[in-house]
């Protein structure tokens, strides 16, 4: 946030999950809205930026989240050339910076069926239950035990069944139709 001491071709990296994308200030002054720019066009596919201004001081904040969800998501900072990132508030000061502000921390999501415990990276995990989708919308913890529970029907996809006998039947009618004509 705020003002900072950045300069043109400080650099720094960003890693999530293994990929690390290096960011290159090449402004001259460099602003938050700038580094934004600069994070979504070097690391885009695997964080978003974004500059969010507070309507009460017009205090400008630089918000970047990983594109995608889980722990093994979780986005490190590192700064290469010069200090932008500790300049601008997003790693704190000293010999091993650390992130200053997490807002929302990482999390796999979680559940419980039938008492075993499966964890996943997505809201909607396609390989806990074979053939079915799960889709995470909310969690409501109950007091006792952190966890809500839930009752899942799950019921065939007739509308997809139906589209694909209608297609299966259209090209067998346009097979005998060709047969039939010669």
């Known amino acids: ?34 580094i934004a ?61 650390l992130i200053k502000t997490v807002v929302v921390a990482a999390t796999d999501s979680s559940v419980s069926i039938d008492g075993i415990t499966a964890n996943s990276s997505s809201n909607q995990p396609s390989d806990i239950i074979k053939g079915v989708t799960l889709n995470f919308l909310k969690t409501t913890p ?10 899942i029907s799950i019921t065939p996809n007739t509308d997809n069944i139906i589209s694909n006998i209608k297609a299966f039947t259209g090209k067998y009618n346009d097979i005998i139709t060709l047969i039939n004509a010669e």
Do not use: C, Y
């Open 1 to 34: 946030t705020g003002n900072a001491t950045i300069n043109q071709n400080d650099a720094f990296t960003i890693t999530v999950d293994g990929n690390v994308r290096t960011i290159t200030l090449t402004d001259a002054n460099p602003s938050l809205e700038s």
């Open 37 to 97: 720019s600069s994070i979504n066009a070097k690391a885009g596919d695997i964080v978003s930026a974004t500059v969010v201004v507070n309507p009460a001081n017009s205090q400008q904040t630089l918000f970047v989240e990983s594109i995608n969800t889980g722990l093994k998501n979780v986005i490190s900072f590192a700064d290469t050339v010069g200090t932008p990132l500790q300049s601008i508030g997003i790693l704190t000061t000293g010999i091993t910076p």
């Open 142 to 151: 109950l007091p006792h035990d952190n966890t809500t529970a839930v009752t």
